[in-house]
């Protein structure tokens, strides 16, 4: 199994980043996936979810209206467009797929929001 996220980086407040999350090694189409992220000091917390079929969304207050993920099952893929960044939006990023009590994680990408 594996989960690699990409796309992190260092991005100015007010700007757009684009994190995608390949996934293989199960199926993915079964999995519901998620976006977490821990800041320095702080608990990894829920940023995004989408279920296995794509029908379903749900974010944190703290990036509704500025964050959207989507997935393509037929590429395994998961991602976060997150706009209008922050620097309080800065963290390490996590996928994470979950079905059941069976969940698989990735190892994280850094986001850092600064000018």
């Known amino acids: 199994v594996q989960v690699v996220e990409s796309g992190g980086g260092l991005v100015q407040p007010g700007g757009s980043l684009r994190l995608s999350c390949a996934a293989s090694?199960?199926?993915?189409?079964?999995?519901?996936m998620h976006w977490y992220r821990q800041a320095p000091g702080k608990e990894r917390e829920l940023v995004a979810t989408?279920?296995?079929?794509?029908?379903?969304?749900n974010y944190a207050d703290s990036v509704k209206g500025r964050f959207t993920i989507s997935r393509v099952n037929d590429k395994n893929t998961v991602y976060l467009q997150m706009s209008n960044l922050k620097p309080e939006d800065t963290a390490v990023y996590y996928c994470s797929a979950s079905l059941g009590l069976r969940t698989y994680w990735g190892q994280g990408t850094q986001v850092t929001v600064s000018s």
């Open positions: 989408i279920t296995s079929a794509g029908g379903y969304t």
């Open positions: 090694g199960f199926t993915f189409r079964s999995y519901h």
